[in-house]
Structure formats: C-alpha cells, structure tokens
C-alpha cells in the first residue's frame, strides 16, 4: 500500500510563495505520473500540475509562470514551488499519484492567500 504525506500549507499574503511537498512511502514498482489538484471553496477539485514517467510536466493554466513542479530522481517525492500566490489560489490542495497501476491521494494541505 503506498501512502503520500503532504506539508507546507499555510496563510500567505497575495504575491507571497508557499512550497508544497510530498513524499510517498510504500513499495513503488511502477511510476506513471506524480502531481497536484486542488479544490476551493464550491469549486470541483481540479488539476494544477502533474509529470509522468516521461518527465513531462503538464500545468493548468492558471498557475503557468507562477508554479513550478520538481520530482525527486527516485520518483518518491514531488514539490509545488507556489509563487506570485493569489486569492483565487485558495484551496486545499492535493497529492495525487499513479503509481503499481493504481491511484493514491493525499488528505490534503490547506492553502489560504489573503491580506
């Protein structure tokens, strides 16, 4: 069973940087992609940024320029360096993983952007 820890949400002014990580424990036999969602406030939980096994990254278009997602070399780990924040960029967001031909999620990391 592979688990993922998140860490790094929190309150942030708009224009601030937040850096979110994530690290998944458990056997890994085969990686197809590593990433983030998130969900605001009514909203349907959405994609922000993802890489596949092919080191492809793919963003939605609201945090292109703003976010950018790493991977360790060991494939365990992914981090969303989150700058120039926003208000709308509120939400909790979400470690995804699909990785032994199955789907993994986070419990999810609050992030707030407000004055």
């Known amino acids: 069973q592979v688990q993922l820890m998140e860490s790094g949400g929190g309150l942030v002014q708009p224009g601030g940087s937040l850096r979110l990580s994530c690290a998944a424990s458990g056997r890994i036999l085969r990686f197809s992609a590593m990433g983030w969602y998130r969900q605001g406030p009514g909203k349907q939980r959405e994609l922000v940024a993802v890489i596949n096994s092919e080191s492809r990254t793919n963003y939605a278009d609201s945090v292109k320029g703003r976010f950018v997602l790493s991977i360790d070399n060991d494939k365990r780990a992914v981090y969303l360096q989150m700058n120039s924040l926003k208000p709308e960029d509120t939400a909790v967001y979400y470690c995804?993983?699909?990785?032994?031909?199955?789907?993994?999620w986070g419990q999810g990391t609050q992030v707030t952007v407000s004055s």
């Open positions: 995804h993983a699909n990785v032994n031909w199955s789907e993994y």
